[in-house]
T-cell receptor, first 114, second 113 residues
Framework: DAEITQSPRHKITETGRQVTLACHQT?????MFWYRQDLGHGLRLIHY???????NKGEVSDGYSVSRSNTEDLPLTLESAASSQTSVYFC?????????????FGPGTRLTVL | DQQVKQNSPSLSVQEGRISILNCDYT??????FLWYKKYPAEGPTFLIS?????DKNEDGRFTVFLNKSAKHLSLHIVPSQPGDSAVYFC????????????FGAGTRLTVKP
């Protein structure tokens, strides 16, 4: 069965360190997204990609970067981790571009920045 | 600014009764609305959606109603079951695509046996 996986599931790091969260999907979807979930805010879009070599900033992109070298993977990098980036991070993918359409989410990565 | 609002952080209902979860939005460009369900330690999963050309969509025990003039949608679950206990997120997207999808803060539903 097709799926979307994230690793690690839990990560503790220190302020100032670079951290990379992995996301891998086997749906063969062109569209991939990274969200963060914080209490009271729901899910907020960090970065998204509509295909290989395409990346775009979302609502809360400061301090984060992504790269898309193949269809299956969209790693999220925190260049210099800050305590404000402590959150649960979800990766998602979708097939449809316009007009909405469901996104398929990974299980999430809980990141703690000390 | 929160363009999608779920004003009730939690809701508790008795098994077998109706659960009604509400969602309001401010952006009139939104034309597609979705509900996601999330269990602890899992990612959200798609539940049901509705296009702005409709005012109702039904899937089994789940029905979503859309009132465009009020910029309001609601999710009805009838009858509610203990397994429905989860956090429900409302989401809305504009015609430009998924990058304009905005999520509400979520409502935690507890269905008591």
């Amino acid at each position: 069965d097709a799926e979307i996986t994230q690793s690690p599931r839990h990560k503790i790091t220190e302020t100032g360190r670079q951290v990379t969260l992995a996301c891998h999907q086997t749906w063969n979807h062109n569209n991939m997204f990274w969200y963060r979930q914080d209490l009271g805010h729901g899910l907020r879009l960090i970065h998204y990609s509509y295909g290989v070599q395409d990346t775009n900033k979302g609502e809360v992109s400061d301090g984060y970067s992504v790269s898309r070298s193949n269809t299956e993977d969209l790693p999220l990098t925190l260049e210099s981790a800050a305590s404000s980036q402590t959150s649960v991070y979800f990766c998602a993918s979708s097939a449809l571009l316009a007009g909405g359409g469901e996104q398929f989410f990974g299980p999430g990565t809980r990141l703690t920045v000390l | 600014d929160q363009q999608v609002k779920q004003n009730s952080p939690s809701l508790s209902v008795q098994e077998g009764r109706i659960s009604i979860l509400n969602c309001d939005y401010t952006n009139s460009m939104f034309d597609y609305f979705l509900w996601y369900k999330k269990y602890p330690a899992e990612g959200p999963t798609f539940l049901i959606s509705i296009s702005s050309i409709k005012d109702k969509n039904e899937d089994g025990r789940f029905t979503v109603f859309l009132n465009k003039s009020a910029k309001h949608l609601s999710l009805h679950i009838v009858p509610s079951q203990p397994g429905d206990s989860a956090v429900y997120f409302c989401a809305a997207s504009a015609p430009r695509g998924n990058n304009d999808m905005r999520f509400g803060a979520g409502t935690r539903l507890t269905v008591k046996p």
